[in-house]
């Protein structure tokens, strides 16, 4: 069975920085590109970031280029998302989510870890 | 930037079939895909690949894309199937974008 189980979330203040860890199991970890995907209080869900197999591609929405940096840890089985110069508007449920073979489909989601950004 | 339009919210009476729509240009020229998301849970994959569903997914959860168009129909519509629903496109030079959702009540 695979299972996703993020961590690192926390309240933190704007401009401040957090990581994001997402502990895999259950299926080969290092042969499945993996993303993150988030979901604001009350609002729907918005994609953040995708890593190759390998972590040598990386894609971002034009929302958090430049601030969140999404990486993979093949030998541990787990996905990171390093959070720096958060905004207000980055408050979120942050869901870590397993790529499926077709590419373009997340095909199986952990129970996500709440950011929340404020003064 | 690339958009998916969805309506808000869709009624539908038990037993009845619910269509679920999702606007995106030339989207048919694309991947789309298809979350359930019930309250308090994580989103659930049924359809990817335009048409296909996951192992586990009744065969009442159907999907199609052409045009401008992809559609996720729920044939004979159960009371656990009330969620939120969100469309999902990539491909083509398209990350990964997904549409603003669509709340389904079955009364």
């Known amino acids: 069975e695979v299972q996703l189980v993020e961590s690192g979330g926390g309240l933190v203040q704007p401009g401040g920085s957090l990581r994001l860890s997402c502990a895999a199991s259950g299926f080969a970890f290092s042969s499945f590109a993996m993303g993150w995907v988030r979901q604001a209080p009350g609002k729907g869900l918005e994609w953040v970031s995708t890593?190759?197999?390998?972590?040598?591609?990386?894609y971002y929405a034009d929302s958090v280029k430049g601030r969140l940096t999404i990486s993979r840890d093949n030998s541990e089985d787990t996905l990171y998302l390093r959070m720096s110069g958060l905004r207000v508007d980055d408050t979120a449920i942050y869901y870590c989510?397993?790529?499926?073979?077709?590419?373009?489909?997340?095909?199986?989601w952990g129970q996500g870890t709440m950011v929340a950004v404020s003064s | 930037s690339y958009e998916l339009t969805q309506p808000p919210s869709l009624s539908v009476s038990p037993g009845q079939t619910a269509n679920i729509t999702c606007s995106g240009h030339k989207l048919g020229d694309k991947y789309a895909c298809w979350y359930q998301q019930k309250p308090g849970q994580s989103p659930v994959l049924v359809i990817y690949?335009?048409?296909k569903r996951p192992s586990g997914i009744p065969e009442r959860f159907s999907g199609s894309n052409s045009g401008n168009t992809a559609t996720l129909t729920i044939s004979g519509t159960q009371a656990m199937d009330e969620a939120d629903y969100y469309c999902q496109a990539w491909g083509n030079s398209l990350n990964w974008v997904f549409g603003g959702g669509t709340k389904l009540t079955v009364l």
């Open positions: 890593i190759s197999v390998t972590g040598g591609t990386t």
């Open positions: 989510a397993k790529v499926g073979v077709s590419y373009e489909a997340f095909d199986a």
């Open positions: 690949q335009d048409t």
